[in-house]
DNA sequence: CTCCCACCGTGACAAAAGTCATCGCCGAAC
DNA sequence: GTTCGGCGATGACTTTTGTCACGGTGGGAG
């Protein structure tokens, strides 16, 4: 017997109006499969067409280059979805997807999933937030990379990761600079040489992989030039 | 009296499966608005709300920075809607809009867009059409920023705008070396330099704004480095 | 015809980004 | 303990990007 993901299903806010029976009936047609970290879900020109659910673990969204350098665009996590596009244009991935960690994905038929939009207008109305949330997040990542250095980047998201942390507290670089640098859409030298200058003036404190800002407006100030 | 914008309303994507009755019901309930050449229509950061189509003429989407530099983001034609995302997330405009010729624009109450999209759920499924086609488009503008050097990015354009025309035509540069600049997300004596060089090297031939490419493929291979 | 003015082109720098090679350190495996 | 491998730091350069300042030009307004 497979398992039933309804309960899975809930946390998925592209679902968040439905009832649990309703629930109950799209867990039926899904079917799950698992992920070893540093696994491909799925690469950028590859032909998709059904919606992904992340049941558990993370997901890496990236663009490559042919020279091997990687732009990550987002993390998705649990209850997050992928590849709502492809369902509906029927093209192919944009992006690559790669298992941050151990993953598990649930799989919805595709055309299933269209019809479903289509009797349930607010699902069809989850998937326009959520792609206009995307949409918004890409558009802050495209002025970054046109308006900003890596130094500026690299600021950005020390700050953003001080906020999800209580103030003062240091926070845990959980990536390695090589990763860090995928994120900010450079290469991991830079990112080195970047933080090891903000901590020369001062800016912030490293040791080891563990980051405190004494003074985040001066950071902040930083940012503005 | 108000002429009818039925006519106008049938050539709007996100209204391609509605029937004649059904665009006069909403023509009914559509205000125009005429806008000068470069007058700014929304501003980043404004609150947004309601759907706009463009009636007649082309806006500018951009995102500028503090500095006054410029990042282009699409160019939306007759036809075309803005500002989809702010009528479904109701938060602010992620992007500022200039008229890029004078302007006609059709405005609908952004709570009759939504209602309108939960009776006639073919509207939302083109709704979703829509921002997924931005939101490929705009990952391949994070592409470009991220792994492409002006230059690249200038060639890419040039290639796109020949793609347009019979093969070997010469094409006209629409824009001055300003625009261009804001295309490419860079500046204006980027813009003049890297032509130059390509004129330099053979890879295309200029007169005035006429572009000519004598050879499209060697161009392509430029691209791959 | 002449005078502007909007645009283009360019030289000269300064700063940032990226490449390559090398060194050192820490921690895990043996 | 020793070895090895992954990761971080960094020096030395090259290339690209961006800034500032000027000079030239062509086309429209008067």
Do not use: W
């Amino acid at each position: 017997m497979s398992p039933s993901f309804a309960a899975s299903l809930r946390r998925v806010p592209l679902f968040a109006n439905l009832s649990l029976d309703q629930l109950d009936v799209l867990a039926q047609h899904v079917v799950a499969r698992n992920y070893q970290q540093g696994a491909v879900v799925f690469s950028e020109g590859e032909a998709g067409g059904d919606l992904l659910i992340v049941h558990s673990g993370q997901v890496r969204i990236l663009r490559t280059a042919a020279t091997g350098r990687q732009q990550l665009l987002s993390i998705e996590r649990e209850g997050s979805s992928l590849g709502e596009v492809s369902v509906f244009d029927r093209g192919p991935y944009s992006a690559t997807a790669i298992a941050l960690t151990p993953l598990t994905l649930l799989r919805l038929d595709g055309s299933l999933f269209r019809n479903y939009c289509v009797q349930h207008p607010e699902v069809a109305l989850q998937v326009i937030g959520v792609l206009g949330h995307r949409l918004r997040r890409l558009r802050g990542l495209v002025e970054q990379l046109t308006f900003q250095s890596v130094r500026g980047r690299l600021i950005a998201y020390l700050l953003e990761l001080a906020r999800e942390q209580p103030a003062g507290a240091t926070l845990r670089l959980a990536e390695n600079n090589e990763e860090l640098a995928v994120r900010l859409g450079t290469v991991r030298e830079l990112v080195s040489r970047n933080l090891g200058r903000l901590h020369g003036e001062g800016l912030i404190r490293m040791q080891r992989r563990a980051v405190t800002i004494p003074d985040l407006d001066a950071l902040r100030t930083e940012l503005e030039k």
